[in-house]
């Protein structure tokens, strides 16, 4: 194959990739956070994700300066009592033709006892321990916006939020519960992995039932 090749076959193939995966985070109790990168609805590798090692240093919203552990598969991270967020949108590299770039950015969040939504992209509880949920975009809720539900048994369902941004979560046993949503964004995008014309904003929010 010419080499001339190998730049968009590598780019149609990273493209899908990208999109597929997610960053998440998972805690238990008051304990550590535990944040991911990889497919949720997928067993993890006993040694994470291939993909895990461009997790390098998601932003913890408040920021804080807690060192973060690489474990295998996730960066553990000790925090205060409550909802956990991060975010990260130099995970991976632009992918894509020159004024046509692409890149993604990741909006974690573990916990439902805060209903506020704090980054540009949430996921938030109705209200405190709700099963209810919002989708939020820079403050205003997302009509008709598709969350997938994964169950902890990996049971997994596409819903659609209400005129109001709101979806109700089906509950189906203990354990820890994700959800995710995604918005494609078209325009100029400023990002600290560079400019781009495409911005996918990827939003999960984990928690348990007890």
């Known amino acids: 194959m010419k080499a001339k090749y190998l730049a968009p076959l590598a780019l149609a193939i990273l493209a899908p990739s990208v999109q597929a ?13 535990r944040i991911y990168l990889g497919e949720p609805e997928e067993v993890l590798p006993p040694e994470g994700d291939p993909e895990f090692d461009h997790l390098k240093a998601p932003k913890l919203v408040p920021a804080s300066k807690a060192p973060m552990t690489r474990k295998a598969g996730y960066l553990e991270v000790a925090v205060p009592a409550g909802d956990v967020r991060a975010q990260d949108d130099s995970v991976f590299d632009p992918w894509g033709e020159d004024g046509k770039k692409e890149a993604v950015a990741y909006y974690a969040r573990a916990g439902r ?7 540009p992209f949430e996921i938030a ?7 209810r949920f919002v989708v939020v975009r820079d403050g205003k809720p997302v009509a008709g916006a598709e969350v997938t539900v994964i169950s902890p048994d990996k049971w997994k369902k596409s819903l659609k939020t209400d005129a109001q941004g709101v979806v109700a979560v089906p509950l189906r046993g203990k354990g820890r519960y994700l959800l995710t949503a995604s918005q494609k964004d078209e325009g100029a995008f400023e990002t600290s992995v560079g400019k781009v014309a495409v911005l996918h904003r990827i939003a999960t929010t984990s928690f348990l039932v007890d």
């Open 125 to 131: 509880p109705a209200s405190a321990g709700a099963d």
């Open 113 to 119: 006892a805060d209903a506020r939504a704090v980054m």
């Open 21 to 33: 995966h997610e960053v998440w985070i998972e805690r238990d109790g008051s304990g550590p956070a």
